[in-house]
T-cell receptor
């Protein structure tokens, strides 16, 4: 049990729609990061937030955006969904930075049809 | 840009046998190195990590890994595999960019354990 919870666990959306995925981090964890894991692949880093500011981003287009809130929760928003966005989305929280340890949630399985 | 290679997509071992999972990285300096394990339907769990110092690091569940700078490798080992070790294993490197720590994962190695 990592103390990181994600909701919903599964989601089906139609191409072109928008989706919001949620993550609740451990209390006191100032860093949250989000990942896309396609079937049979490793997690790909989308971005991370430190104390509500984005401070690192992977190779994802601007239609992937996020927010981090003072209560240690965060959101991943994806606009204009494409079929290739179908994947497991993971969030991870860390006490300060990735240099310590990242605690992962169980993920949200997004299917775009 | 950094990259991580896990050359083995699947590895099959018998219960009780030894295990070595390979990981190679490409980066100009020594990154932070991690091994994570993912069981079906679960998130990732940290097995061990290397930042600096002793190149042989011990982790949870009896795993260890050795950092070899000359080979840019960080291979994961276990002397005796248990059936419960069957899972997906990911090597990750974390590098710094503009004051941020950026993780890059390998594609994973699926471990199959035969009784």
């Amino acid at each position: 049990e990592t103390g990181v919870t994600q909701s919903p666990t599964h989601l089906i959306k139609t191409r072109g729609q928008q989706v919001t995925l949620r993550c609740s981090s451990q209390s006191g964890h100032n860093t949250v990061s989000w990942y896309q894991q396609a079937l049979g692949q490793g997690p790909q880093f989308i971005f991370q937030y430190y104390r509500e500011e984005e401070n690192g981003r992977g190779n994802f287009p601007p239609r992937f955006s996020g927010l981090q809130f003072p209560n240690y929760s965060s959101e991943l928003n994806v606009n204009a969904l494409e079929l290739d966005d179908s994947a497991l989305y993971l969030c991870a929280s860390s006490p300060d930075s990735w240099a310590t340890e990242a605690f992962f949630g169980q993920g949200t399985r997004l299917t775009v049809v | 840009a950094q990259s991580v290679t896990q050359p083995d997509i699947h590895i099959t071992v018998s219960e009780g046998a030894s295990l070595e999972l390979r990981c190679n990285y490409s980066y100009g300096a020594t990154p932070y190195l991690f091994w994570y394990v993912q069981s079906p339907g679960q998130g990732l769990q940290l097995l061990l990590k290397y930042f600096s110092g002793d190149t042989l690091v011990q982790g949870i569940k009896g795993f260890e890994a050795e950092f070899k700078r000359s080979q840019s490798s960080f291979n994961l080992r276990k002397p005796s595999v248990h059936w419960s070790d069957a899972a997906e294993y990911f090597c990750a490197v974390v590098t710094t960019s503009g004051g941020s720590y950026i993780p890059t994962f390998g594609r994973g190695t699926s471990l199959i354990v035969h009784p």
